[in-house]
């Protein structure tokens, strides 16, 4: 198949493709981190700590070491003592600059042990096996004191994060209350593929395969781990196991496996055990919230407001900013949202698929649930209620906010019209039903992001960026990007990404990548042209001899005159005709997050999840068995990937109102049920029958297609619609998540 002139124009963007590496991954010739083998390959296993809270007193690795295969068990000592990376939230706005991690202490930087699974030692051997062997063979003393493990979430101090008005006065005088705490429990990332790292270095030259979400920000950690320059290192990630977070940041595994590597001068490769995804990678902090909303009779809000605490670690301050969605989400004329944080033997939190929103908008939706129960009003008409004029926390207008639309959508979708609101009353097929809904909200901005675009004399062309596919689709989307902007077929893109060596890019986070991409790609294409269309107008031989380089344009691929008619020329017949293989462009383009000046616009989507229960109370069997969604989140570049991003996050949003919940022990402060048989996920079986709706309004505030992005807005608001619809089943308010069986009898 050839583009040629009188090809109709290529329709990509915005149809369902299937994603382009599908084969590879299907058929097992897509590399993933951990499935690197380089000739020479140790095999480095970690020691955790078997105390949460106090100090080494001694490792003792003479048995180790003595192990068949083993080449070394490293502890504090055994190799010059890496740095702090000095991190910095805002620098994830600096493309190349970009250099953040969560937990900041450098692996074996002390003797001091804050958390259970802290690694005191590292055992290196000829295989996997040895390795092991060895690290269990470790004997490690401690002197052991009490760790905060106190499941009782306070504060010493809340930081305001937005206020307005005079909530409390308005909440003394509000005819209609609610004020409600709700709980959520510790949840732990369990992508499939574990965290892995495979460390070489040739020279003074760090070479490292990893499971991240973010390479450039990967590389730099290290190399100002390792104090070398970023030019000497190397980080590449082009397939993922998914991450939901966890991965977005560099673990102390990482610089652990090079300094391993660095030492004994072998390639090794260092993998992380499912119990240890539980210890040292990252969680979603245990949280309490306070919701005080305070309403007139007519359902109208006069006062919003909204205390949360997470938990964090000894170490670091994590917030889970669990206020971002509730200053814009309704209209209120006082509001006041404040945060705290409660220290705790713990490993350091990391963002988790929608940090702070998700959990944010679990208590607020609930609370507006139970606001309208107080009213004895609908839960669609009170939110339809209360939309505001503007965001009225950040005072300005919305780029771009089609809530309502959701709502009335989404009620008509799921039949909301039939639900009879007393409890208990509706059933099927000798099932209780509960009805719930609930609104959802993410923000939506981009990374700023840099990609090269090369145009071929075959008629392919090549996409390259230091981004990350984290198994949402940027491969496909990076691929119809160029297709569509090109006019050629999808297979004849070629994609490249997931390595520092090319065009810097920003971590895959916050549902912000396909945004990030849309500027970058687009000025790499027009780069690219301009350098055919120089090289048309400069070569006699060749269509256009004698036009001046101002006087072609170049659009769809094509190269045309300005003037005249002469036809329009495929750029690879151009190529050819011109006897050169390629031209090549490089795009780069500032990003919005986070902000470097104030925004003009609150860029946010929105969506609302309307959700049947089913409830059998003879057999206590709770499932969650219907869910419509409906989401406003700009134009969808692939309704089929971003489907399966809305599917993904309601499967987890089953996870999380039903099942997630990681338990410490509070005489050791281990994660006790550090498995995936323990610690229980949403499986297929447990997933609704569901049904997204696009409601596609472009968003060009953002970006030229008009995308926002889609992913974890469909997290966001699904477990509070799931516990109202157990409320309307059961009349049975759960405010603590996860649910269990025994608090619906
Ligand atoms: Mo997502 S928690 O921004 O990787």
Do not use: E
């Given at each position: 198949m050839s583009a040629t002139a009188e090809a109709p124009p290529m329709r990509i963007i915005g149809h369902p493709q299937p994603r382009i590496e599908g084969r590879l991954k299907v058929t097992g010739a897509a590399h993933y981190a951990a499935d690197h083998h380089l000739p020479g390959m140790l095999y480095a296993v970690p020691v955790g700590a078997t105390i949460a809270k106090g100090t080494i007193a001694a490792i003792d690795a003479r048995v180790a070491e003595q192990m068949p295969g083993v080449r070394a068990v490293l502890r504090r000592g055994s190799f010059p003592a890496l740095a702090a990376a000095k991190p910095d939230f805002a620098s994830v706005a600096d493309l190349e600059g970009t250099v953040y991690v969560d937990e900041r202490r450098p692996p074996f930087?002390?003797?001091?042990?804050?958390?259970?699974?802290?690694?005191?030692a590292l055992a290196v051997a000829d295989t996997l096996e040895q390795a092991k062997a060895a690290a269990d063979a470790v004997r490690v003393t401690y002197r052991a004191e009490a760790p905060e493990?106190?499941?009782a979430l306070t504060a010493g101090e809340m930081t305001v994060k937005s206020e307005r008005g005079d909530p409390d006065a308005a909440f003394a005088a509000a005819p209609v209350t609610v004020d409600q705490r709700y709980g959520m429990a510790t949840e732990t990332h369990n992508p499939i593929e574990l965290h892995a790292t495979i460390a070489a270095w040739e020279g003074d030259s760090l070479t490292v395969h990893e499971a991240t979400q973010g390479v450039v920000n990967h590389r730099n950690v290290l190399a100002a781990m390792f104090g070398i320059p970023r030019e000497k290192v190397q980080v590449i990630s082009?397939?993922?196991?998914?991450?939901?977070?966890?991965?977005l940041f560099p673990w102390t595994h990482s610089p652990l496996a090079a300094a391993a590597s660095r030492q004994l001068g072998r390639p090794v490769k260092l993998v992380l055990s499912r119990p240890m995804m539980f210890h040292a990678v990252g969680q979603r902090p245990a949280i309490t919230q306070r919701i005080r909303l305070g309403a007139e009779r007519d359902g109208r809000l006069t006062s919003l407001r909204h205390d949360y605490v997470n938990a964090t670690s000894l170490l670091d301050d994590y917030e889970e900013n669990c206020g971002e969605a509730t200053p814009h989400m309704y209209a209120t004329p006082n509001l006041r949202v404040a945060s705290g944080l409660a220290k705790r033997s713990i490993g350091t939190p990391t963002s988790m698929r929608g940090p702070g929103a998700v959990p944010g908008l679990y208590a607020l939706e609930s609370a507006m649930d139970e606001l309208a129960i107080a009213l004895d009003m609908d839960p669609v008409a009170l939110r339809l209620k209360n939309e505001?004029?503007?965001?009225q926390g950040l005072g300005l207008p919305f780029s771009s906010r089609h809530f309502q639309e959701c709502l009335t959508l989404g009620a008509e979708r799921f039949g909301w019209?039939?639900?009879?609101?007393?409890?208990?009353s509706m059933a099927r097929d000798g099932l209780t039903l509960g009805w719930g809904m609930a609104a959802c909200s993410w923000l939506a901005e981009r990374f700023p992001c840099s990609a090269r675009v090369e145009l071929r004399a075959d008629g392919t062309a090549r996409v390259a960026a230091a981004v990350q596919d984290i198994g949402t689709g940027t491969y496909t989307i990076m691929a119809q990007m160029v297709a569509e902007a090109l006019a050629?077929?999808?297979?004849r893109v070629e994609v490249a990404l997931g390595d520092t060596s090319l065009p810097a890019g920003p971590v895959s986070g916050g549902s912000m990548m396909s945004a990030s991409l849309v500027a970058p790609i687009q000025a790499a294409i027009t780069r690219a042209g301009e350098a055919l269309v120089a090289l048309a107008a400069g070569n006699p031989a060749a269509p256009f001899a004698g036009a001046k380089a101002g006087a072609l344009r170049f659009a769809e691929g094509r190269v045309a005159a300005a003037e005249g008619n002469r036809q329009a020329v495929p750029f690879d017949q151009l190529l050819r005709a011109l006897g050169q293989e390629a031209v090549s462009g490089l795009g780069r383009a500032e990003g919005t997050f986070p902000p470097k000046e104030k925004p003009t616009h609150s860029k946010h989507s929105f969506g609302a999840h309307f959700v049947e229960v089913t409830w059998q109370p003879e057999l206590a069997r709770l499932r969650v068995s219907r869910v419509v969604s409906v989401i406003d989140a700009g134009r969808i570049l692939n309704p089929l990937a971003a489907r399966n991003q809305i599917e993904g996050s309601i499967v987890m949003g089953v996870g999380m109102a039903l099942f997630e919940e990681t338990d410490y022990d509070p005489r050791s402060g281990a994660p006790v049920n550090a498995s995936l048989a323990d610690y229980v996920v949403a499986t297929n079986a447990d997933a609704p029958a569901m049904e997204v709706h696009f409601i596609e309004y472009p968003d060009t505030h953002l970006n030229a297609l008009g995308a926002r992005g889609v992913g974890e807005i469909g997290l966001a608001g699904t477990a509070a619609a799931i516990m109202n619809a157990v409320y309307h089943a059961t009349g049975i308010r759960v405010r603590d998540l996860p649910v269990k069986l025994e608090q619906l009898l």
């Open positions: 930087d002390d003797d001091t042990v804050r958390y259970y699974g802290q690694y005191v493990v106190d499941p082009r397939y993922l196991g998914s991450g939901f977070g966890g991965k505001p004029p503007l965001d019209a039939r639900r009879d609101r007393r409890i208990g050629i077929p999808l297979s």
